[in-house]
DNA sequence: AAACATTCTTGACACCGTCTAAATTAGTAT
DNA sequence: ATACTAATTTAGACGGTGTCAAGAATGTTT
């Protein structure tokens, strides 16, 4: 896993300790963490950590194009470390939203869109997760 | 077009003048409308209706399944008065949703999604109309 | 009319996300 | 090192969304 630091640095960032802990927070992150999951978890690595140092590194990141800001869920955005195409399933009950990796599934059909211009899709599937 | 008081009655709610002005605004409606723009349409027809019986009519027309709500674009919730299953088209300049039918689009390759119990789908396409 | 049930309005409230001004920090020049 | 400058962070205010509770208004029953 590369550094905090260099990811920082490679983006043009300069890299203080409170965006060191975003960083490490969001970006190892399995799951789609809202912003003020990142608050909580940063603010272990960094203590004096603001709300607003957090959104705004999040947004720095999510412009330099390593990490997406998605709206699946009403009340809050959330930051998805995983930049590649990719879908999503959303567990009814318990809200944890889980990835589909992209040739899961195909979507056919696009051309009779023509008055579209399509820069991305994804589908969105909802349900719930089977124990087994 | 069937009427706003028939609607409510045939779902055991109460025609009240608040009602019926929100029923008018958003089952009339050709797009995707906040619970702001709702309230906006409704005042004009009833400029006594307050915000909270907007959002009390408004989730219980989502209950009574004559609304769909959607979480598409950050902000605000969207309400859809048209329940069929479709697909949605996202305007990133403008803003708008447009509607995708149902059968424009297929969806292949839900046998990989074992664990998940799949109760509804949609794609969400994102990008910009093309201007004809 | 009086009592009751339903609905509506008002305003308070919690939360999300942005913004600004001031304070702190880091970097540079002398 | 000191002074100056630029970048960053912080704290709090702010506007917007959506919910809630208390009282007012409305409508129905006796
Ligand atoms: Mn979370
Ligand atoms: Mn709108
Ligand atoms: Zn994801
Ligand atoms: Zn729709």
Chains 1, 2 share one sequence.
Not at 15 to 32: D, G, M, N, W
Not at 105 to 127: A, M, W
Request: hydrophobic share 35%.
């Amino acid at each position: 896993m590369e550094d905090a630091i260099s990811i920082l640095r490679r983006c043009d960032i300069q890299p203080t300790p409170q965006r060191i802990a975003v960083v490490e927070c969001v970006l190892t992150s399995k799951s789609h963490p809202s912003a003020d999951d990142v608050f909580s978890g940063a603010r272990e690595k960094c203590p004096t950590v603001s709300r607003a140092t957090v959104y705004n590194t999040l947004n720095l990141l999510v412009e330099k194009g390593l990490l997406r800001m998605q709206t699946m869920k009403e009340g809050a955005v959330v930051f998805d470390p995983n930049i590649e195409k990719h879908h999503h399933f959303i567990d009814e009950e318990t809200g944890a939203i889980y990835d589909i990796p992209w040739d899961q599934l195909e979507v056919k059909g696009k051309r009779g869109l023509n008055d579209f211009e399509i820069s991305e899709y994804q589908v969105i599937l909802r349900g719930r997760r089977k124990k087994k």
